[in-house]
């Protein structure tokens, strides 16, 4: 085998539904280890909000993003118990999913991930309040084109995705702008279900809100390394990681670059651990060589006894 690493990737916000993590709950007392955890942790049962919604309350950066770290963490608990999941030799996440990231790798305990993602979550939501914004995905753009309307209507790249896949960010107003300036060229706009114009400057006092708990928080070395979303490189040291925290707030989230990076490190098969398949379907655009599979359902963590990893 040519390149036998394994890596997991965690999602961001954006997948969440109402019942994700129901099944994992019912059916594996890791799983609903966490959720208990969670509630206790939080002060609030966001078990709840994951297996009942409503939908549009589960759409609130402040309640969607420790509702993602905590089934993802649910997941991965399950799966770790069964002890017929490999362990990785790199970890990422997307945005968000680099709290669930972090807490796989061993760097932070797993109810401080969850706890600092609702803080995450509200802060964002501030910022958003404060200085409202909108993102939005543009596909079919070469990078340097698409930088020269950012530039020109004050927005931002905030994310470089995959090949053909980038996303604008910032003031609303401006983003209006460019988006009627990419319609004009019969470029595709998707706008986002976001609340304001994350990974960009506009964040900014979300980050110095973090920052406060971040310094306090006891962060150890990765035992595994992680990917940093703000250059697509590894980091395993507790003050890179800090560090990395408050720069994904208002930097770019550079997925592209994090998967062929783990590619040419030896990377061969990626697992994708929490709902949706988000994440897949930009590997695959990145890389058709790399094998990929989901991990968002009890089914699939009972099959893991099935699979052979060579």
Not at 196 to 219: D, I, Q
Request: glycine share 8%.
């Amino acid at each position: 085998m040519d390149n036998p690493k394994l890596a997991y990737v965690f999602p961001g916000q954006g997948a969440q539904a109402p019942g994700m993590g129901q099944d994992v709950y019912d059916e594996f007392d890791a799983a609903r280890a966490v959720f208990k955890a969670a509630d206790e942790r939080l002060g609030f049962a966001i078990s709840e909000f994951c297996f009942e919604g409503p939908e549009e309350k589960l759409r609130e950066t402040a309640i969607a993003q420790p509702a993602m770290v905590t089934v993802s963490l649910a997941y991965l608990a399950a799966a770790r118990d069964m002890e017929v999941l490999p362990e990785p030799d790199f970890v990422a996440g997307h945005s968000l999913g680099e709290y669930t990231a972090l807490a796989a790798a061993g760097a932070l305990d797993f109810t401080d991930a969850i706890q600092l993602a609702s803080l995450r979550g509200r802060l964002m939501q501030m910022a958003a309040q404060q200085s409202p914004g909108s993102m939005a995905a543009v596909l079919g753009m070469d990078e340097a084109g698409l930088a020269e309307i950012a530039a020109a209507n004050g927005v931002y790249i905030a994310n470089y995705n995959s090949p053909g896949q980038l996303v604008l960010s910032g003031a609303r107003e401006n983003m209006v702008k460019a988006v009627e300036s990419l319609a004009a060229k019969g470029v595709k706009v998707v706008p986002l279900n976001v609340s304001g114009a994350f990974h960009t400057p506009l964040m900014a006092s979300a980050a110095e809100g973090l920052a406060k708990v971040v310094e306090r928080l006891n962060f150890t070395d990765a035992k595994i390394p992680i990917i940093a979303n703000t250059t697509g490189l590894p980091i395993t040291a507790a003050e890179d990681i800090r560090a990395e925290l408050l720069k994904q707030l208002t930097e770019s989230v550079y997925w592209q670059k994090s998967v062929e990076y783990m590619s040419g490190a030896g990377v061969g098969t990626v697992i994708e651990i929490g709902p949706g398949k988000v994440l897949t379907g930009l590997i695959r655009r990145i890389n058709r060589d790399l094998k990929t599979m989901n991990i968002s359902d009890a089914q699939t963590i009972k099959n893991l006894q099935d699979v052979s990893w060579g």
